[in-house]
């Protein structure tokens, strides 16, 4: 236990930028007694690599992408942002890292109706405060950068789902985080629209030298992973490539 | 309220419902507020119109004219206060019938000397002097009275032809008609009048010691407002129309809060989605209030001027009506208060909605 404790404090110091999940613990209470959902889990991802996780329904594998996205505190363990321990903070400032550091992308995009593509991109600036003329320019240059410019007055109901969710990533990717987490990105999509829409994550990951954590049950995100883990019984199983 | 106007001005279909019944609400409380101020009106426009500051009555009248007699004496202890106007004023009802074929009126009449404070205007100082007769409020002119018609006033024997017409308004919803006070007190008592009359009307000056005066002359001082009181129904009226406006404005917050919370509910996986973007509980409270407060006070305007229109359109009939702007502006703005703090409901459930319910996990 104290030698496992040394070599996870190694690791996090040497991925002091990306994300790093230390001896992760979840467990549910399931009437009379309790299930446990991460079983000290540990988990790197380093900034420039694409990093696919798979595991069946039930796994907890969208509970791991929620402890990884502060979006919730683990059972126990710890959570690092850029080498920062997150699980030491206090909800506000785990709020502030969240919105500084993290984008994540939904399973549908999960855009917000009312807004065109423009729009979501804008509301991440308005939520942060941001000058309005600042989030218009990064918003515009994004959604070129997705291919999306003549898409940019579109509401979501006007759009496809390949376009929804290439939307999704460029809101991701608005207030230029380090750590990007998608959530069954492709899972409403056609084969070879999910091809496009993980080539696009992926080719982000490496140019904008993301951390990219994708949880998947499809085979396009894992034709461009650089490393797979299989969720099951808690703890992650690395697996094989799939080649092109 | 980056959000709020967006999706106000994309789904505005969603909220035509809660805005119709917001404004159908106030529409409601807009032709009531008419009512309450036609009413008032009605009840106690004459009295409004008198230029007295404070009426002393008999002790235990409770400013109700046809319980207070006075006599000489208490008119003499009032005129004696240095600075002070004092004047007797009769009030009384009666049903005044026209055997030269005038219409029947029931009339509350009011009995004064022609040199009193309350005659404000030459004509009438010059008609209460003269043979006796009745200056009648302008309003009966509309039921077809005309001038010269002679009226047989109630019971009392006493016969008056009509002098003229003035915006003497109402009281007790009858309209007003002066006559001398001698004419008055034959009429309410006969040939047994002993100089008795109900009120004395004042415009006193600061500084009087009112209790003193009230115990030496044996009467009770009221304010004008409290005058007012003693009017037949008033208080019942009013406390009647607060009454209905009191619970249309608890309905509409009702309506307004119970429409937000099912909103709020529908937006649970958006509000988390906010949430996980970093937006805090205060920024997704401000948006979903300031969008409910756009509908309601959008809802309140329409609503307040369509039934300002039904006011208007409503003047002149048989249900007494006053379109007062003062009153319909502060009932709009009591309905825009009580809508914003309804939409207050949903308050808990908002900040309670954890971020992790964008990606459909429970904490």
Do not use: C
């Amino acid at each position: 236990m104290t030698n496992e404790d040394i070599t996870a404090r190694g690791a996090v110091d040497a991925a002091s930028s990306g994300l790093a999940l230390r001896d992760i613990y979840v467990a549910v209470s399931d009437g009379d007694h309790s299930r446990i959902i991460l079983d000290h889990l540990d988990m790197v991802a380093v900034p420039g690599e694409v990093l696919v996780l798979t595991g069946g329904s039930g796994s907890g594998k969208s509970t791991l992408l929620a402890i990884a996205g502060l979006l919730r505190r683990p059972g126990g363990g710890h959570v690092f942002i850029d080498g920062i321990a997150a699980t030491e903070l206090s909800e506000r400032r785990r709020t502030a890292l969240r919105k500084e550091r993290i984008g994540l992308v939904y399973q549908s995009a999960n855009l917000i109706p009312a807004l065109t593509s423009m729009e979501q991109l804008e509301l991440v600036g308005h939520i942060n405060g941001a000058k309005r003329a600042d989030s218009r320019r990064r918003a515009a240059r994004l959604l070129a950068d997705v291919g999306l410019t003549s898409r940019a007055n579109a509401l979501p109901a006007q759009m496809s789902g390949g376009e929804r969710q290439r939307v999704g990533i460029a809101r991701a990717l608005m207030a230029e985080p380090t750590v990007l987490l998608g959530d069954e990105p492709t899972a409403s999509l056609d084969p070879e629209l999910a091809a496009e829409v993980t080539a696009l994550i992926a080719d982000q990951t490496h140019a904008r030298g993301l951390a990219t954590v994708l949880v998947t049950h499809d085979d396009a995100p894992l034709r461009r992973a650089d490393r797979h883990f299989h969720l099951a019984g808690g703890k992650l199983h690395a697996r094989e490539l799939v080649g092109d | 309220m980056f959000l709020a106007i967006r999706d106000l001005r994309r789904s505005w279909r969603r909220f035509i419902l809660v805005g119709a019944v917001v404004a159908l609400v106030a529409v409601l409380s807009t032709v009531l507020a008419g009512l309450a101020d036609g009413l008032v009106r009605d009840g106690t426009s004459g009295l409004r119109a008198l230029p007295y500051s404070s009426m002393a009555f008999e002790p235990g009248s409770g400013a109700v004219f046809s319980r207070s007699t006075l006599t000489e004496p208490a008119l003499q202890a009032w005129q004696n206060v240095p600075g002070a106007k004092a004047t007797p004023l009769g009030v009384s009802f009666v049903n005044a019938t026209s055997p030269s074929g005038g219409p029947s009126i029931d009339l509350a009449v009011f009995g004064v000397t022609a040199d009193s404070f309350l005659a404000q205007r030459e004509e009438a100082r010059a008609a209460l002097a003269g043979p006796p007769g009745l200056v009648l409020a302008a309003e009966t002119r509309d039921l077809g009275v005309k001038i010269g018609d002679i009226y047989d006033l109630g019971a009392s024997g006493v016969s008056l032809p009509v002098l003229g017409f003035t915006f003497a308004g109402s009281y007790g919803h009858a309209p007003i008609g002066y006559v001398p006070l001698a004419t008055w007190q034959s009429i309410a008592y006969g040939n047994d009048a002993r100089g008795r009359f109900s009120a004395v009307a004042l415009q006193l000056p600061g500084g009087v010691d009112t209790a003193a005066i009230n115990k030496a002359a044996h009467t009770e001082l009221k304010s004008k407002d409290a005058t007012y009181d003693g009017s037949p129904g008033y208080t019942a009226e009013s406390l009647t129309m607060t009454m209905i406006r009191g619970f249309l404005l608890v309905i509409s917050a009702l309506i307004v809060g119970a429409f937000f919370t099912v909103l709020t509910v529908q937006r649970t996986r958006q509000i988390g989605l906010l949430k996980a973007m970093g937006a805090s509980s205060a920024y997704v409270i401000r948006d979903g209030i300031g969008q409910m407060a756009a509908i309601v006070i959008g809802a309140t305007a329409v609503g307040t001027a369509i039934g300002a229109g039904i006011i208007i359109a409503l003047k002149g009939g048989s249900a007494p009506v006053a379109f007062s702007p003062d009153s319909v502006l502060s009932s709009a703005a009591l309905l825009i208060v009580v809508g914003i703090i309804g939409s207050l409901v949903p308050l808990r459930r908002i900040t309670n909605i954890e971020p992790a319910i964008a990606l459909g996990v429970e904490s």
